[in-house]
């Protein structure tokens, strides 16, 4: 199975921040990517997918980047409805995999 | 707009098994593939595998290929998750989402159905 890693786990930050989140594939998967987006007891929201291309009504404060097997979520700068976590997904290769997850809390 | 309404709560015994449904609507229903995914409690996600309403193609995780059916129901837009063999494993929010064809990204989301399987 293709192993997707997040880094950082957590990180703490303010509002107005710019927020990154790497995440890295264990094999070439292309653009195949989505980031998604999870507040506490509620369903997950999909943001991004194409590695860079935002899904319907999301917010361009949100931006994703791919270099090679690595790929990142930007939030330029970060409001209050923000704080959640977030995962990346591939879904180039069967079985779909997720991330273990970036959780942003308020500094 | 689109929406996918799952089917509520469940709370099963060890062993038995459980259907999931998962009812679209504000879309053409036969022209989007519809996955489903779980969430352990405080876990992250894991995918379960994923039909097609068009022609019933289904593609299964391996871990669940022998205890997991996915059906679906053109004549009420609906998509049904059956789990076999329940263990407390099998504790989670069984999610439905769009898509999840091979290089077919989720859009959607359903809200979720906690099932909890006592041993």
């Known amino acids: 199975d293709i192993q997707m890693t997040q880094s950082p786990p957590s990180l703490s930050a303010s509002i107005g921040d710019r927020v990154t989140i790497a995440c890295r594939a264990s094999?070439?998967?292309?653009?195949?990517v989505a980031w998604i987006q999870q507040k506490p007891g509620k369903a997950p929201k999909s943001l991004i997918y194409?590695?860079?291309r935002l899904q319907s009504g999301v917010p361009s404060r949100f931006s994703g980047l791919r270099s090679g097997t690595d790929f990142n979520l930007t939030i330029s700068s970060l409001q209050p409805e923000d704080f959640a976590t977030y995962y990346c997904?591939?879904?180039?290769?069967?079985?779909?995999?997720f991330g273990p997850g970036t959780k942003v809390d308020i500094k | 707009q689109v929406q996918l309404m799952q089917s509520g709560v469940e709370v099963k015994n060890a062993g038995a098994s459980v259907k999931v449904s998962c009812k679209a609507s504000?879309?053409?229903?036969?022209?989007?593939?519809v996955s489903w995914v779980r969430q352990a409690p405080g876990q992250g996600f894991e995918w379960m595998g994923w039909?097609?309403?068009?022609?019933?193609?289904?593609e299964y995780a391996q871990k669940f290929q022998d205890r997991v059916k996915m059906s679906i129901d053109t004549a009420t837009d609906t998509v049904d998750l059956e789990v076999r063999g329940l263990t407390s494993g099998d504790t989670a929010v069984y999610y439905c989402?769009?898509?999840?064809?091979?290089?077919?990204?989720?859009?959607?989301w359903g809200q979720g159905t906690l099932v909890t399987v006592s041993s």
């Open positions: 989402a769009r898509g999840g064809a091979r290089y077919d990204s989720f859009d959607y």
């Open positions: 094999h070439v998967i292309s653009n195949y």
């Open positions: 194409a590695a860079s």
């Open positions: 039909i097609a309403p068009y022609n019933g193609n289904t």
């Open positions: 997904q591939q879904y180039h290769t069967y079985p779909f995999t």
């Open positions: 504000g879309y053409t229903f036969t022209s989007y593939g």
